[in-house]
């Protein structure tokens, strides 16, 4: 309906590829190509049109962060924003430091995690190449002490025909300083990622690539996470996480390709002068982030399935019954009919 509404009072400019959207009360603003758009929807809807910016999609920034954008002589928003919405990109703002991940170069190079806080000894952080293998990514959430990120990677089958793709969650600790002089100094030093499996193991039956992602928090801390994934052969599903079994593969898990006894602290531990952290520790953050252990999707297989790629985009809302029951609605958006699904979770079943 509210789609109908600004396509029948509004008239745009040129064609866009509207990848960015934020609600401020009554005013909704639309990211176009260095373009930012202004619709107030409290009277009659009126489109405005901001001053051209040097960047194509535009993000939400505190004015604490104009000299980490404006500055240094760099193009304005270049690491922040994408230069198309087909580069995968994602920031957030949490705790006076932005954290983005967007490409530096036209084509889609150069995409770093990166970490600015201006009150910060060490005012940026960077990943470092290895730990990200042509990331394209869906979106970022903070937790507790916590950042995640949710993307995809391209890694090198020896079989041609299995799918190149492969969903991660990663995350760093907010209190993140850097390492040592010796080693990750400027680097994240809590850096740790996991593969999302979304599949029905019986079946054979593997979503790879995730599209989109919503985390639903709680304040009983039965915050869950919900992914659209889709498959070359298989259509797309919708798998949900608990970030209590999430939080366990971090905390417990293995380190792959790491054979000797894991150091303490463990890598990757929040709460720690990162540093000051001993080499030991350091080296397993650089060389082996990734956990030997898979996260699986709550029930081992996804809560819908749909054969024909339709699903986009997902959004998570709760409702509470007559009997004080509690229970998540799950908004899809249906990209070739443009339908909009609704159901419950604990009624949404494979089919």
Not at 183 to 199: E, I, V, Y
Not at 225 to 231: E, P
Not at 325 to 331: A, D, Q, Y
Request: glycine residues 6%; contains cysteine.
């Amino acid at each position: 309906m509210l789609k109908y509404i600004i396509q029948a009072q509004c008239k745009f400019t040129s064609t866009e590829e509207y990848s960015t959207t934020l609600r401020d009360g009554s005013t909704i603003y639309v990211g176009g190509k260095e373009i930012l758009y202004e619709i107030n929807l409290g009277k009659p809807c009126i489109l405005k049109i901001k001053v051209p910016i040097n960047c194509d999609f535009f993000q939400q920034f505190d004015k604490k962060f104009d000299s980490m954008i404006n500055g240094r002589s760099r193009p304005l928003g270049n690491g922040v924003c994408p230069f198309t919405p087909k580069h995968g990109f994602a920031s957030l703002v949490e705790d006076e430091r932005l954290y983005s991940v967007a490409p530096l170069y036209e084509k889609g190079e150069g995409k770093l995690l990166r970490g600015y806080k201006k009150s910060s000894t060490a005012q940026w952080l960077l990943s470092i190449d290895n730990w990200l293998q042509d990331p394209h990514f869906v979106g970022m959430s903070a937790m507790d002490d916590q950042v995640f990120m949710f993307f995809r990677e391209k890694y090198l089958p020896t079989n041609l025909d299995i799918d190149p793709w492969i969903s991660r969650i990663a995350r760093v600790c907010k209190d993140d300083l850097g390492g040592s002089s010796q080693r990750l100094q400027s680097k994240w030093a809590t850096f740790l990622k996991a593969r999302l499996l979304c599949n029905i193991p019986a079946d054979h039956v593997h979503f790879n690539t995730i599209q989109n992602v919503f985390v639903a928090r709680s304040k009983n801390s039965d915050a869950r996470v919900y992914g659209i994934f889709s498959s070359n052969w298989n259509g797309t599903a919708i798998c949900s996480y608990s970030m209590e079994d999430i939080n366990k593969v971090f905390g417990t898990s293995k380190f792959k390709g790491f054979a000797e006894a894991i150091p303490d602290p463990r890598p990757g531990t929040c709460g720690t002068d990162t540093q000051n952290l001993r080499d030991k520790v350091l080296n397993v953050v650089e060389n082996h982030p990734e956990m030997k252990t898979d996260v699986h999707p709550i029930g081992n297989h996804p809560l819908v399935m749909d054969m024909e790629k339709v699903f986009q985009l997902i959004v998570v809302d709760s409702v509470v019954a007559v009997n004080g029951k509690v229970s998540r609605v799950l908004f899809l958006t249906m990209g070739r009919s443009r339908q909009l699904m609704v159901c419950l979770e604990d009624i949404c079943h494979c089919k």
